[in-house]
Structures are given as C-alpha cells and as structure tokens.
C-alpha cells in the first residue's frame, strides 16, 4: 500500500466507524421495533379461544376473579398472534390491551349481561351495546358499565348511556385510578382483617 492510499485510509477511518455504528443502530432499533412489546408473549397461544373456555382461563388475569362467576362482565382478549387473555371485567381488559401496545386485537368477546342462561353467553364486543351506569358499582369498577346484545335491552335497564366498545373502553380509563384507589383499600382491609382473624385463631390456641 503507498503512502497516498495509506493516508486516505486512516482519513476514512473514522467516518466508516460511524456508519457502521449507524447500521448497527438502525439494526438494533429495526429489531426492537419488530419485537412486539408487552406481556403477550406468556399468555397461551389459542386458535379457538371461545371453545372450553373456562378450563382454560378460569380467572382472570389481572385480579384473580373467578371468570364463570362473573360470566355478564368477562372479557376475552384474542391478539393478532392468536395469544389470548381472559378478563372479569372491561376494567382489567382495559389493562390488557394498554399493557400490550404493538399487538393488535384480533377479537374480542364480552359476556352478554341481557342473557337469561346462568352463565352468559359470549358476543362480539362490536355487536355489544355497552349500558354505563354511574349509579350502580360494577365488576372491579364503582361504575357499571354491561354489554347486552340487545340494544332495545341495554335501553331498558335504566342506565344514564348507552355506547359501543370504543366508548365504554374510554370510561373505564377515565374511572381506572379511582377504580384502582377503590380496589387497594378493599383488598388492604381484607387483609388486615384475615391478619386479625389468623391473630386471634392463634392467640386462642396458645
């Protein structure tokens, strides 16, 4: 190598250094990009969520509720990549889909309030007509707010609106920090009261 070639390599030198430190950035953010971001990654991969849905998301994700029980509030969350999360409320699949930002739902299903089975049916929450309901607490919520299939029912039930999807979801944001102040004070007076309980239980038997 003669000495001309020899100084334009070492001239170069640094501004190769930084396109390669850019490519690998670019790289690196591409990749990060791709990665969907979120906890969807450990819920259970389910072409057929709807079928023995109960064995396989018998509580709920976020509060441990048992989701047959409160079958006329439950949600289930079906992502693009089919992994699939069931809720007891709109107030814990509002936490889903905002915990799961790059993974689009594929489907989403609400139990029908309106249903006169024991355990409700499931409907689509596009064909769902939310009835809100200030005045009534609802699942994990100090607002009601039930889906019905029949709109002309979600009308009678003497609720202050009623919505689609969309704006239901928007009101459980809105109610989500005092619903959540409203859950940790039950849930600390719960315990406190089983500490006192299992206080006395063993005071008694010493």
């Known amino acids: 190598m003669n000495r001309r070639s020899l100084l334009t390599s070492a001239a170069l030198a640094p501004v190769f250094t930084v ?6 950035n670019a ?16 819920l259970k991969i389910d072409a057929n969520p ?6 396989k998301y018998p ?30 409320s709109i107030h814990c699949a509002a936490i889903s889909l905002s915990l799961n930002m790059d993974s689009g739902p594929k489907n ?21 007509h939310y009835a809100l309901d200030p005045s009534k607490p609802g699942t994990m919520s100090a607002s009601r707010k039930w889906a019905y299939a029949d709109a002309a029912k979600a009308a009678s039930v003497g609720a202050e609106r009623v919505v689609p999807f969309d704006a239901a979801l928007e009101a ?21 009261h089983m500490d006192k309980k299992m206080k006395a239980m063993k005071d008694k038997a010493n």
């Open 50 to 55: 709807t079928d023995k849905e109960f064995e």
């Open 19 to 24: 396109l390669a430190s850019v490519t690998a």
């Open 108 to 128: 989403i299903w609400v139990g029908d309030a309106g249903s006169d089975a024991e355990i409700k049916p499931l409907i689509k929450v596009e064909d769902a």
């Open 172 to 192: 459980a944001y809105g109610d989500m920090a005092k619903n959540t102040l409203m859950i940790r004070k039950r849930r600390a007076e719960k315990h406190a």
């Open 27 to 42: 790289k690196m953010e591409q990749s990060n990009h791709a990665k969907p971001h979120g906890p969807t990654s450990h």
């Open 59 to 88: 509580t709920c994700s976020y509060c441990g509720m048992d989701r047959q029980k409160w079958s006329h509030t439950r949600h289930l969350i079906q992502y693009e990549n089919d992994a699939t999360e069931g809720t007891c």
